[in-house]
């Protein structure tokens, strides 16, 4: 088994289908930020990632986008690979959103 196929083995028995977002929450270890984080092994060292980046298989030039907002969601259908400026720009518009929502109930 490669390491890709065990780290997916684990993945997929730590997280769980949310049935109203779709959203695969992590029930791992989280990092201070809350996206989720494994550990593991390869070739004898002890390795450390955001599960969010294995799933998505991003590339070192690349962000993963939240599109649910969920920080420790890891269904690659609720993920996507933007660069840097636009991950920063889709965090704004979502926060805009929120806010936008969240005057319009109390107005
Ligand atoms: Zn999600």
Known sequence: MTLYQRLAHRIARLS??????????????????????????????????????????????????????????VNPAHLMLVTHRENCSSRENRRRFQWRNYTAEIL
């Open 16 to 73: 769980a289908l949310c049935p109203v977002s779709g959203c695969h929450l992590w029930m791992g270890a989280v990092n201070n930020d809350g996206y989720a984080r494994i550990n593991y092994r390869d070739n004898g060292q002890h390795r450390q990632a955001l599960v969010h980046r294995i799933v998505m298989d991003a590339p070192r030039n690349r962000e993963v986008d939240h599109l649910c907002g969920v920080r420790c969601c």
